[in-house]
């Protein structure tokens, strides 16, 4: 069976000034299909770079890269913005919200560009923010949501066009423990129930032991440990 993510040698490196910065420098690395794994690793470990890489956000300077199979180097920019619609799903710590939007219409706003009707595009960002646990929230607004609920407004909007991997960087950054708990378990969920691929960024060791299969950790752009949960 086809992996989801496949990285072999990969590498990102930024020239700043004279310098230059070894962001990824040489990682090999396998996700399953359906795998829950937890990236490790201090800031500027590169740990967001792969992320962004995975997405399409970005390209290698070298090494190769492919999702489910496909290369994203041999991929047009045509072809990585349907990648990162279709395939991708990302949620980040600060949320991304457009704030004079209510939930529903964020959610669905990530289904425009995938040419979804309107119609289709509200019911399906009403199920999912059922599904998040936020069916009462549909018409608020960013700053009359708490930061947990924000974070499952952007779950949801991750989760629009029906992504087989979501890429979860530091989505508990901004969150209490508890709130942080409930992400998570939901993205357990998620994972365990529809068996979508989750790779979540995040630098509490504890939170990955908990809920992810395995962790891999970063440190200045290289793979140092590897440990099953």
Do not use: C, W
Request: charged residues 25%; aromatic residues 4%; without cysteine.
């Amino acid at each position: 069976m086809t992996s989801a993510v496949d990285a072999e040698d990969l590498a990102k490196h930024y020239r700043m000034g004279e310098g230059v910065v070894r962001a990824l420098d040489g990682v090999s690395l396998t996700v399953a299909r359906g795998e829950f794994l937890g990236l490790l690793g201090t800031s500027g470990s590169g740990k967001s770079t792969f992320l962004n890489l995975v997405a399409g956000l970005d390209r290698p300077t070298s090494g190769a890269l492919a999702v489910f199979g496909r290369s994203l180097a041999e991929m047009s920019s045509e072809e990585l913005s349907a990648h990162r619609r279709k395939n991708v799903g990302m949620i980040f710590q600060s949320f991304n919200l457009m704030t004079t939007m209510t939930a529903l219409e964020n959610v669905a706003l990530a289904m425009i560009f995938a040419g979804v009707p309107r119609t289709e595009r509200e019911r399906r960002a009403r199920d999912l923010l059922d599904r998040v646990g936020l069916g009462g929230r549909h018409a608020h607004r960013p700053s009359e949501l708490s930061g947990g609920e924000q974070q499952r407004v952007s779950m949801a909007r991750a989760l629009a066009n029906n992504p087989a991997v979501l890429l979860a960087d530091e989505p508990t950054g901004n969150l209490d423990s508890k709130t942080a708990h409930g992400i998570l378990a939901l993205l357990h969920e998620l994972n365990t129930q529809e068996e979508r691929t989750v790779i979540l960024v995040t630098h509490d060791a504890s939170l990955a032991s908990k809920y992810a299969h395995r962790a891999v950790t970063l440190l200045d752009g290289k793979v140092v440990a590897e440990a099953r949960s």
